[in-house]
């Protein structure tokens, strides 16, 4: 399976700042999708990535609150906008084939003070 | 849009048990049923996943079934063992039309392997 690397691993951030995760794969693939793992709790999807248009989001999350972006089909990035602690959260990016399983990248585990 | 139900929420077994997990799922246009196991900070990893043309798929010591009509699957860990203690995921998803590869998850397991 590909290789899926996300930057930075974590952070500490104030609110109403925002931060940039990347995520990055050693190969191409069709799919990415970023999700939201607030503590102890389930995955949520945010938003399909879309390369060359805008990402698809899902109910509850808006472009601008969580920008995205796919400029090709092995780099993505998901901005967190005006931070609030309850943004505190591990954020996931998951990549897969048409077709395919999805995998999960290792995470950004953002604390918002 | 898709739910999915999640139990138990908590599962202790002795090693050497067996363990199930149970999800039921809302909408049946989903053909896609992955499982993931997440160890404590680590990141979700595959498991097993059956799609919708199969009853039941088998790798090793984890069994997963899926009974359409009822909407429901369940997986099966024989023979467990320490190292399977983790938090487990039931997913659906489609594999096809606008919703193609988007998972909606399940509330999670917490599994207890105690020696």
């Known amino acids: 399976s590909a290789v899926i690397s996300q930057k930075p691993s974590r952070d500490i951030c104030q609110r109403g700042t925002s931060l940039t995760i990347q995520c990055q794969v050693d190969?191409?693939?069709?799919?990415m999708f970023w999700y939201r793992q607030q503590p102890g709790q389930s995955l949520t999807l945010i938003a399909t990535?879309?390369?060359?248009?805008?990402?698809?989001?899902e109910s509850g999350f808006v472009i601008d609150k969580f920008p995205i972006s796919r400029p090709n089909l092995t780099f993505s990035t998901l901005t967190v906008s005006n931070m609030s602690p309850e943004d505190s959260s591990i954020y996931l990016c998951s990549v897969g084939q048409l077709g395919e399983t999805q995998y999960f990248g290792p995470g950004t585990r953002l604390l918002v003070l | 849009g898709e739910n999915v139900e999640q139990h138990p929420s908590t599962l202790s077994v002795q090693e050497g048990d067996s363990a199930v997990i149970k999800c039921t799922y809302s909408?049946?246009?989903?053909?896609?049923f992955p499982w993931y196991k997440q160890e404590l900070g680590k990141r979700p990893q595959l498991i097993i996943d059956i799609r919708s043309n199969v009853g039941e798929k088998k790798d090793q010591r984890i069994a997963v079934t899926l009974n359409k009509t009822a909407k429901h699957f369940s997986l099966h860990i024989t023979e467990t063992q320490p190292e399977d203690s983790a938090v487990y995921f039931c997913?659906?998803?489609?594999?096809?039309?606008?919703?193609?590869?988007?998972?909606?998850f399940g509330q999670g397991t917490i599994l207890t392997v105690h020696p």
């Open positions: 190969s191409q693939v069709t799919m």
């Open positions: 909408d049946s246009a989903s053909n896609y």
């Open positions: 997913a659906a998803g489609r594999r096809g039309g606008t919703s193609y590869g988007k998972l909606t």
């Open positions: 990535a879309n390369q060359g248009s805008e990402a698809t989001y």
